[in-house]
């Protein structure tokens, strides 16, 4: 029965690839300890794990008011798209999680507005997706 749970993981991980690799979707954390996903990276809230089952890489958002549940910001099949949008999440979206509850909607808007305009701060995005409370963070700020 294990063996089952975890094929059908298996294929909803490959599946979600193909779909949108970029989808923000709620995870449950416990997903995460274990089961052949490495804790590559970890910056703030923001960790990447490196799934061997599926050969993906995933990007979670740790939230301290849901410790069960985590915001999977993406879950890309190259190494080299992890390593390169890893660093720009945990840069760019730290005055958002640090300032606002980020729920799956709210963090979608934002990821898919700093996939279109990487060269963008986070103040930018701030005022393009009107989250000028943002704008009083130190990183902001500074």
């Known amino acids: 029965m294990q063996f089952l749970g975890r094929l059908l993981d298996t294929v909803s991980s490959v599946s ?4 949108n690799p970029y989808r923000v979707k709620e995870v449950q954390l416990s997903d995460y300890g274990g089961g052949g996903k490495v804790r590559l990276k970890e910056e703030g809230r923001m960790v990447l794990y490196k799934n061997t089952q599926c050969q993906s ?27 390169n949008w890893f ?9 958002f999680y ?3 509850p980020l729920k799956a909607d709210t963090a979608q808007t934002i990821v898919d507005c700093l996939r279109s305009h ?8 701030a005022v393009e997706k009107g989250m000028r409370e943002c704008l009083k963070h130190n990183y902001v700020q500074r």
């Open 87 to 95: 660093p720009q999440y945990a840069l760019k979206l730290r005055p």
């Open 118 to 125: 990487p060269d963008w701060s986070s103040a930018h995005i």
């Open 57 to 83: 890489w995933d990007c979670v958002l740790l939230s301290p008011e849901t410790p069960t549940v985590a915001l999977r910001l993406f879950q890309v099949g190259s190494e080299e798209d992890a390593m």
């Open 16 to 19: 979600t690839l193909f779909i």
């Open 98 to 100: 640090e300032i606002l």
